[in-house]
């Protein structure tokens, strides 16, 4: 027989390769017997109506049926499909091109009822053969069954074997082709699992015990009894009422032990509030005695314009105190000798804040030149997708860069005679690469030091000449001929036709200036005087400073910057009007705790959501601003009357601003959307109604 691996019917009583070997004691039954089924496997083709027969047409089987060598398989389960036929000569026709399929179970061939028979070892299933079924008691048809070879091996699923006989009896599997899935297009994942189901049960075994007592002809010892009585009957209630305690007094010790935590908690946390305090305290301290130090030095050492403005406006301080003294202690002869004699100290003042004002320009002036000579040598410098900053050198910034350290060496004082002469040297070789008039005048005077120094003439007396070769050096790294780089920094422009764009005439100097030279407020409908004409009046007339309201604008702006809401009003105001807007309407002083320290005052939006504006700011402290921005309602943070007067000043800065053009658009579209939120809050909204 052909092993159970190549053909959809299987004869097994061995397991060599899924055949089975006949013995020699199989039962002999007659030859048109049909097929039973054994005890072990029942077949679902057999039933009480028909029994199946299979037939096989083959010279080699008829062959063996003619030597009463029958074979009996047992039909194991399956469902026999086909088309019936008439005679052999249809079935031969239609034997090669036959399609329909018989599934089957295999088929068991028990040797003990066909004794003595000897099978075939090499026989092969054919590919289709014919099944003789009986339809009624005399009546027969035969269906045309196609073997489909199995593209897959058969798994082993177990068995049993005969002690006796010694046989083995496989268990058979069914042989029906899996059916495909459709595709729908979904990639879909399957996955077997397996729940195990636990449950606990508890179970008491048996303990078979037994007990000896002392009777005749027995005696037991009773040293080891002990004598036991009843004790007190304890009831429910008693017994209640005893777990109550018990509970009470676990309680007890629990709240007792959870109210030393909590004391303990509010401890640490009170002394870490008290050392947060001490330390702010402290830290505030310091920041104040910086302050006055930094001040103080700016005062003696003045370097800035800032400073310069500090000085003018304490020494305004003082003559208006000094003023005041007089008025009020002095009368005729002596008043006007004292106002001489605070003349006269006035004037000396303003003098020695001259000449540190001429010292402080020439130190200035000499960074200023580095700076800008520094700013022409510097790369080209842009930021990549990744955030790294990228470098290039062209030809016209080195070019920069090598007239850049040529002149900061020959501007340096006190260096040896030799390095001097190198430095010049290299001067007068760099400036004869161009041949005009500048550069004739350079090489001459750099001549004209190196004889004079072969002569060992002095240092004090060569200062003059080394200030004009870095004067005229100077001027020839300014001209973009020389220096190509230096044309995108220099203020006034190689095209003198770009002169006539954004240039103003200033009525004060009678000067033409370009726009950026112009402070030009808020309330401002025309252009004034340039910044020049503006500090020598503040200086002469008013000695106003500036700083503290400076020092507030930017960071009021810096911090509407880090909204990137698109604000616009801030940077419209300039600081003149944030001292009106200060010390008119907000007094310089802080809303909640009246700080007056312009130093420590910031101010900051009311309300957050909106834009700043003069009619949506408040004035407070730097920590009162912090814990402002975090509040989310105002309603319920302030009281009524504080913020009816925020209001109040709300309303007068709008009436004031209200009469700058640039801030005209501002107020109504601010206008339009305050009426927005009033409608939206004062009218009710529908149940289920978007807004």
Request: hydrophobic share 30%; with cysteine.
């Given at each position: 027989?052909?092993?159970?691996?190549?053909?959809?019917?299987?004869?097994?009583?061995?397991?060599?390769?899924?055949?089975?070997?006949?013995?020699?004691?199989?039962?002999?039954?007659?030859?048109?017997?049909?097929?039973?089924?054994?005890?072990?496997?029942?077949?679902?083709?057999?039933?009480?109506?028909?029994?199946?027969?299979?037939?096989?047409?083959?010279?080699?089987?008829?062959?063996?049926?003619?030597?009463?060598?029958?074979?009996?398989?047992?039909?194991?389960?399956?469902?026999?499909?086909?088309?019936?036929?008439?005679?052999?000569?249809?079935?031969?026709?239609?034997?090669?091109?036959?399609?329909?399929?018989?599934?089957?179970?295999?088929?068991?061939?028990?040797?003990?009822?066909?004794?003595?028979?000897?099978?075939?070892?090499?026989?092969?299933?054919?590919?289709?053969?014919?099944?003789?079924?009986?339809?009624?008691?005399?009546?027969?048809?035969?269906?045309?069954?196609?073997?489909?070879?199995?593209?897959?091996?058969?798994?082993?699923?177990?068995?049993?074997?005969?002690?006796?006989?010694?046989?083995?009896?496989?268990?058979?599997?069914?042989?029906?082709?899996?059916?495909?899935?459709?595709?729908?297009?979904?990639?879909?994942?399957?996955?077997?699992?397996?729940?195990?189901?636990?449950?606990?049960?508890?179970?008491?075994?048996?303990?078979?015990?037994?007990?000896?007592?002392?009777?005749?002809?027995?005696?037991?010892?009773?040293?080891?009894?002990?004598?036991?009585?009843?004790?007190?009957?304890?009831?429910?209630?008693?017994?209640?009422?005893?777990?109550?305690?018990?509970?009470?007094?676990?309680?007890?010790?629990?709240?007792?032990?959870?109210?030393?935590?909590?004391?303990?908690?509010?401890?640490?946390?009170?002394?870490?509030?008290?050392?947060?305090?001490?330390?702010?305290?402290?830290?505030?301290?310091?920041?104040?005695?910086?302050?006055?130090?930094?001040?103080?030095?700016?005062?003696?050492?003045?370097?800035?314009?800032?400073?310069?403005?500090?000085?003018?406006?304490?020494?305004?301080?003082?003559?208006?105190?000094?003023?005041?003294?007089?008025?009020?202690?002095?009368?005729?002869?002596?008043?006007?000798?004292?106002?001489?004699?605070?003349?006269?100290?006035?004037a000396q003042l303003i003098a020695s804040i001259g000449r540190h004002k001429l010292n402080a320009d020439e130190e200035n002036q000499q960074k200023a030149i580095l700076h800008f000579l520094d700013k022409c040598a510097q790369p080209k410098r842009w930021k990549a997708y990744d955030g790294k900053i990228t470098e290039m050198d062209t030809q016209y910034t080195l070019r920069a860069r090598e007239l850049f350290e040529i002149y900061r060496s020959i501007s340096m004082n006190d260096i040896p005679k030799d390095e001097r002469i190198d430095v010049l040297l290299t001067l007068r070789h760099t400036v004869k690469e161009h041949e005009c008039k500048l550069t004739r005048e350079i090489v001459e005077l750099i001549d004209r030091e190196v004889d004079l120094m072969s002569r060992e003439v002095k240092e004090c007396n060569l200062e003059g000449l080394r200030k004009r070769i870095c004067t005229l050096f100077l001027q020839y790294i300014k001209t973009p001929k020389f220096n190509p780089e230096v044309a995108r920094i220099l203020k006034v422009p190689p095209d003198p036709l770009k002169l006539y764009k954004n240039v103003n005439f200033c009525h004060s100097c009678e000067n033409y200036l370009p726009s950026t030279e112009f402070p030009v407020p808020a309330n401002s409908r025309t252009i004034g005087r340039c910044r020049l004409c503006c500090k020598l009046d503040n200086e002469g007339r008013h000695r106003e400073a500036f700083l503290k309201y400076r020092l507030i604008l930017e960071n009021l702006r810096k911090s509407e910057a880090g909204y990137q809401d698109d604000a616009k009003i801030v940077f419209l105001v300039q600081h003149q009007d944030l001292q009106y807007l200060m010390e008119n309407i907000w007094g310089c002083q802080s809303a909640l705790s009246a700080c007056s320290d312009l130093y420590d005052l910031v101010m900051v939006r009311w309300d957050k959501q909106h834009e700043w504006s003069p009619w949506n700011t408040i004035l407070l402290t730097k920590d009162e601003a912090d814990a402002h921005l975090k509040l989310g309602n105002l309603q319920k943070a302030y009281e009524a009357a504080f913020i009816h007067r925020i209001k109040h000043k709300h309303i007068r800065a709008k009436n004031y601003f209200a009469q700058i053009p640039a801030m005209t658009s501002f107020l109504h579209r601010s206008d339009n959307q305050a009426n927005a939120n009033e409608f939206l809050i004062a009218t009710p909204i529908p149940t289920g109604t978007k807004t």
């Open positions: 027989m052909e092993d159970a691996s190549d053909s959809c019917f299987e004869v097994v009583t061995m397991e060599k390769s899924g055949a089975e070997q006949p013995s020699a004691s199989s039962e002999r039954r007659a030859p048109d017997a049909p097929f039973s089924a054994s005890s072990e496997t029942a077949s679902p083709v057999t039933n009480e109506n028909y029994s199946t027969l299979l037939e096989l047409r083959n010279s080699e089987w008829e062959e063996q049926t003619s030597q009463n060598s029958v074979l009996s398989e047992n039909t194991a389960s399956g469902t026999v499909t086909g088309s019936m036929i008439e005679d052999d000569e249809a079935l031969r026709r239609t034997r090669p091109n036959f399609n329909e399929t018989i599934q089957s179970e295999k088929l068991h061939l028990d040797q003990g009822h066909f004794p003595g028979t000897a099978v075939q070892q090499d026989y092969h299933m054919p590919d289709v053969i014919t099944v003789r079924i009986q339809t009624d008691s005399d009546s027969f048809q035969d269906v045309v069954v196609k073997i489909e070879r199995p593209t897959y091996h058969k798994p082993f699923l177990g068995g049993f074997k005969n002690r006796i006989t010694g046989l083995e009896f496989h268990n058979a599997g069914s042989q029906t082709i899996p059916k495909k899935r459709p595709d729908k297009g979904i990639q879909l994942f399957c996955r077997e699992t397996q729940t195990v189901f636990e449950k606990n049960k508890p179970q008491q075994t048996r303990n078979t015990t037994s007990t000896q007592m002392t009777k005749i002809g027995l005696y037991v010892s009773n040293m080891t009894d002990k004598l036991i009585s009843p004790g007190k009957y304890l009831t429910a209630e008693e017994y209640h009422k005893r777990r109550l305690e018990a509970v009470i007094v676990l309680q007890t010790y629990f709240r007792r032990w959870h109210a030393i935590n909590v004391v303990q908690n509010l401890r640490e946390e009170k002394r870490l509030r008290l050392a947060w305090e001490a330390q702010e305290e402290l830290r505030r301290k310091k920041e104040k005695e910086e302050k006055l130090r930094r001040e103080h030095e700016r005062r003696l050492n003045p370097k800035t314009k800032e400073d310069f403005e500090l000085l003018y406006h304490a020494l305004e301080l003082w003559r208006q105190e000094e003023t005041e003294r007089i008025n009020r202690t002095l009368t005729g002869a002596e008043r006007k000798a004292a106002f001489c004699g605070l003349l006269e100290q006035e």
